[in-house]
């Protein structure tokens, strides 16, 4: 039974470039839910006090949220209720995973399959530009993931917090993980850079420059210049290849509106900015409406996503919700320091954790599953691989069979 939660789970997150969807059910919810289901018929599921404590709080909080903003708003938007489920999926995805993940050669196997969803999904922002102009696909000019319903309905931002995020877990981990020769690492990168310029958002560019920059301070205090050099004049490289590569054989019109759209960082005169901060503030207004203990909740809300996790928080649960939630990352950020993880695994740990805080105080990703998933899943697995010291830094010769 446990290999068959594994197989579901591995999936699960093989599927996640697809984003057809029926009813709003997409191949991976399907596959992630089996999984889960076998879990709890073979009483096999992992979980703490500390999670169910966690996840009752945040329902308690959410559901009072719900009566009160029903009280002072009357609205009532069904659709909100979903959101209880996305709320409840950040724990699921921890849960399922702490409770099949107990050998080396599964957290080696879940590595392959993020990487190689990681350099589809690379790749397919090329495949979607050129079937774009060839007049096959007939949507935004950003692109989106795989078979999704709609091309005109972009997920460029989504797509390139994805892109980003993988991209700095391929720098700092994936790398040497994988073994993996300069050349080829240096075409991953580029090609990796190149796709996030192309999708035309710049809170990805943003997150793998912070990235970046903490690498370099990294090497800086442990005093390896070379190491140093090197990512300078890899990164300097990058920035020419991927300058060189947007225009070839494309409509320099075209490309310039992406590229435009990747590096356009004057935050107080853009409208995607504005919007956000539009939104915050509606977001307190909400707070000031159901007297800031509680929130609206998410069937009152005046949105459906704020893009910001501050802001989302603060609509569907108000201040009680904010601060049991910077409980929960207090409490992770301790256990991972109280565990016996080496320290350097305790750094990357944090790096990774506070890379994904960082895009989703841009854009609340954590409540899409296309990005949430995989994204949580590998910090997931790092962080239980690590606890239960069947974590991998590199892949030896003897698991390349795995």
Sequence with gaps: ???????????????VPINYQISGIRPTDIFLYLSLFIVLISGEISISRSVIFSILSILSVLFISIFVGIYHTNVYNEIGYLFIIKYINIYLYYIVLNSILKEKKQFIIINKILFFIFIVLVFWVFIYIFLRNIGVIHGSFRPDFILTN????????????????????????????????FLYSFFIITTGFTALMLTGSRGGVLILGIGIFFSQIKQLFSQK???????????????ITGYL??????????????????????????????????????AISELETSGYIFGVGPVSAQYLFYDGIIAIILAHGGLSLLIITAATLFYIFFSVYKSAMPLHVKIVLYEFIIYYLILNIITDFIFITRNAFPTLVFIYAYWIASSRRIFVEKISLTNQEC
């Design 1 to 15: 039974m446990k290999s068959f939660s594994f197989s579901f789970f591995c999936l699960a997150i093989l599927l």
């Design 150 to 181: 709609n091309w005109n309905i972009t997920g460029g931002h989504l797509y390139s917090a994805y892109l980003s995020f993988f991209l700095v877990v391929y720098l700092f981990y994936w790398r040497s993980f994988f073994l993996h020769k």
């Design 225 to 239: 210049q070379y190491g140093v050099k090197r990512i300078i004049l890899l990164f300097v490289i990058i920035l």
């Design 245 to 282: 590569q947007s225009g070839y054989k494309f409509d320099e019109l075209y490309f310039y509106n992406l590229l435009d759209r990747s590096t356009h960082f004057q935050v107080f005169d853009d409208t995607s900015s504005l919007a956000r901060v539009k939104k915050l503030e509606t």
